[in-house]
């Protein structure tokens, strides 16, 4: 079992930048696919990036180029630095962790924190 927090939320003006933070707490490189999700409201959630226990990366479509997943292992951390910030980016966001990348790919996620809001104005 593995619990998240994630952290990093705000409100921000259009074209502004936010990093997100996700503290594991317990070891997840090598073991665990990392992803980092969102869900507005009356919206269903979305996936937004992923990165696999081999290091392979992973981005939809709509957050391609503006956004980026990393990860500290020996800090027990996934970031998801956010750029060029759209109104339309207003959110809560998630980090999950998967055991099965084949699951993750599925988006199926074992584990879940319990969201940073994140606010984009115009």
């Known amino acids: 079992q593995v619990h998240l927090a994630e952290s990093g939320g705000g409100s921000v003006q259009t074209g502004g930048s936010l990093r997100l933070s996700c503290l594991a707490s317990?070891?997840?490189?090598?073991?665990?696919?990392m992803g980092w999700f969102r869900q507005a409201p009356g919206k269903e959630r979305e996936g937004l990036a992923s990165?696999?226990?081999?290091?392979?990366?992973s981005y939809a479509d709509s957050v391609k180029g503006r956004f980026t997943i990393s990860q500290d292992d020996l800090k027990n951390t996934v970031y998801l630095e956010m750029n060029s910030l759209k109104p339309e980016d207003t959110a809560m966001y998630y980090c999950a962790a998967a055991e099965d990348y084949r699951d993750a790919i599925k988006g199926i996620y074992n584990y879940w924190g319990q969201g940073t809001q994140v606010t984009v104005s115009l």
């Open positions: 317990r070891y997840t490189y090598s073991r665990y696919t």
């Open positions: 990165i696999a226990v081999n290091g392979m990366i």
